[in-house]
Nanobody, 123 residues
Framework: QVQLVESGGGLVQPGGSLRLSCAASGSIFSIDAMGWYRQAPGKERELVAKITSGGRTNYADSVKGRFTISRDNAKNAVYLQMNSLKPEDTAVYRC?????????????????WGQGTQVTVSS
């Protein structure tokens, strides 16, 4: 099967930076778009940033100019560089990927999520 595992969350002061990583593992054939989502307590989950397999990106308005998404297709990994962090960026961040994987002699596709990593921005 396929697993996505995030790392890099933590506690940071306002104005600080963090870099999140997400690595996919398993019988992966290819990964389409990959993205980062976040959910703060009492709020709906929202898209933070997304990147296609070709490198096209889009960002939530609230993070434009501060966050940068990137990916390493050879490592099946996606990253989120977060700069100028604000208290309102506090949330659980989860990565997501549309994965084509080998299932016996066949290929199948699925939408996979990581378990999430906590980002807390506070002084």
């Amino acid at each position: 099967q396929v697993q996505l595992v995030e790392s890099g969350g933590g506690l940071v002061q306002p104005g600080g930076s963090l870099r999140l990583s997400c690595a996919a593992s398993g019988s992966i054939f290819s990964i389409d778009a990959m993205g980062w989502y976040r959910q703060a307590p009492g709020k709906e989950r929202e898209l933070v940033a997304k990147i296609t397999s070709g490198g096209r990106t889009n960002y939530a308005d609230s993070v434009k100019g501060r966050f940068t998404i990137s990916r390493d297709n050879a490592k099946n990994a996606v990253y989120l560089q977060m700069n100028s962090l604000k208290p309102e960026d506090t949330a659980v961040y989860r990565c997501n990927g549309g994965v084509t994987y080998r299932s016996g002699p066949y290929l199948d596709t699925g939408d996979y999520w990581g378990q999430g990593t906590q980002v807390t921005v506070s002084s």
